[in-house]
T-cell receptor
Framework: GAGVSQSPSNKVTEKGKDVELRCDPI?????LYWYRQSLGQGLEFLIY????????KSGLPSDRFSAERTGGSVSTLTIQRTQQEDSAVYLC?????????????FGPGTRLTVL | GNSVTQMEGPVTLSEEAFLTINCTYT??????LFWYVQYPGEGLQLLLK?????DKGSNKGFEATYRKETTSFHLEKGSVQVSDSAVYFC????????????FGKGITLSVRP
């Protein structure tokens, strides 16, 4: 079946501009996660959504970062006033539930470059 | 807090060599443990997992055993292939933490023919 998809695959933007990154999770998966993969910080958690519950935003690095999930499916990660340190690969993952036994399936990522 | 420590890399091996990649963790409670792999140009894929002490996860000839007494989850393979060249990440998912994954820094494995 279809896996997690993300768009765009690559995004180049100028410092100070806003960007939106999109994630389509696997159909039927209720949990959705965003992670960031950068050279300096490795793979780090950003935000998590589960059904209609309030999202866990504990990993967002600043208030320039926000995310929403519409209709319990598609999610958008928005970065306002981008900075060069935001350059990274942004990964989305989904799972059936949020039990620690559940496998998270990752999308191919969006590579963001801030000039 | 929760953390995962992987051995420093990169690692270069000849084909058919034995592979061990060390991974230790610190976590509150009783986490689930994972190895993810990222092949060149591809996304992260689950390689194997273990959810309780003494569990052995296995896949594609790779194995890792959940050792609670040593808080370790070392990855092993008896005979590596060129196609195993990739970046390997050890990770944990802790109860009470919304199951978010905490990753190690990853290690690059290169297998030469």
């Amino acid at each position: 079946g279809a896996g997690v998809s993300q768009s765009p695959s690559n995004k180049v933007t100028e410092k100070g501009k806003d960007v939106e990154l999109r994630c389509d999770p696997i159909s039927g998966h209720t949990a959705l996660y965003w992670y960031r993969q950068s050279l300096g910080q490795g793979l780090e958690f950003l935000i998590y959504f589960q059904g209609n519950s309030a999202p866990d935003k504990s990993g967002l690095p600043s208030d320039r970062f926000s995310a929403e999930r519409t209709g319990g499916s598609v999610s958008t990660l928005t970065i306002q006033r981008t900075q060069q340190e935001d350059s990274a690969v942004y990964l989305c993952a989904s799972s059936k539930d949020t039990g620690v036994y559940d496998t998270q399936y990752f999308g191919p990522g969006t590579r963001l470059t801030v000039l | 807090g929760n953390s995962v420590t992987q051995m420093e890399g990169p690692v270069t091996l000849s084909e058919e060599a034995f592979l061990t990649i060390n991974c230790t963790y610190t976590a509150t409670g009783y986490p689930s443990l994972f190895w993810y792999v990222q092949y060149p140009g591809e996304g992260l894929q689950l390689l194997l997992k273990a959810t309780k002490a003494d569990d052995k996860g296995s896949n594609k000839g790779f194995e890792a055993t959940y050792r609670k007494e040593t808080t370790s989850f070392h990855l092993e393979k008896g005979s590596v292939q060129v196609s195993d060249s990739a970046v390997y990440f050890c990770a944990l998912s802790a109860r009470g933490a919304n199951s978010k994954l905490t990753f190690g820094k990853g290690i690059t494995l290169s297998v030469r023919p």
